[in-house]
């Protein structure tokens, strides 16, 4: 089974409010993120999407969606909280794959996702999205690495993990730059407009 995890649950303290339900072209935020996963999993019964935050409006729309809704009231302790939260949730299992998703990033686009899929058919031990140099979000986790996820703490996130793997890390190359940028300022917003999704 391949789990595509949506981190929805930050704090955006340097945005000034909850950047997630914000709008962008018509719709919060999160929801173009979520959109590209559900893209990614249509047609595919190993794929489950769950969806991870501390906000209900969130949670909300995560159920009606289909999605398993994770409640994560610990995140703003750091990311390591949101991943380990996800992971409890899910029970162990071998032969598994984590995809980490996370809903500032409106460029993410289905079909680059599809690509770290077909990295888990393969059977690799963890592939992230690239753009030339530079290693961006979403990456992708055999279940063999469950436990030193669960094991981040603080701010740690999975780029710690994909570093011990080294070379055995598959790099996925991203299209285009649009599709790593994050939206951490209001004035990212405008900037993403020069990206379409």
Known sequence: ????????AGSARRFGSNKLLAPYR???????????????????ADCRIWVVSRWPEILRQARALG????????SEKGLACT????LENLPPAQGDYYLFAVADQPGMRGETVARLLEAADRGVLAASLWLENHPGSPT????????????LEGEEGGRKVLERCGSQCLRIPADRA?????????????????FSP
């Not at 649009?178 to 020069?194: A, I, Q």
């Open 1 to 8: 089974m391949k789990h595509l995890i949506y981190l929805a």
């Open 26 to 44: 018509g719709r919060p935020l999160f929801a173009w993120g979520l959109s590209a996963l559900e893209e990614a999993a249509a047609g595919r």
């Open 67 to 74: 999605c398993g809704a994770v409640n994560s009231p610990e």
């Open 83 to 86: 991943i380990r939260a996800a």
């Open 140 to 151: 992708l986790f055999s279940a063999a690495l469950r436990d030193q996820l669960l094991a």
């Open 178 to 194: 649009g599709e790593l940028w994050d939206v951490d300022r209001p004035e990212d917003l405008e900037k993403m407009e020069e």
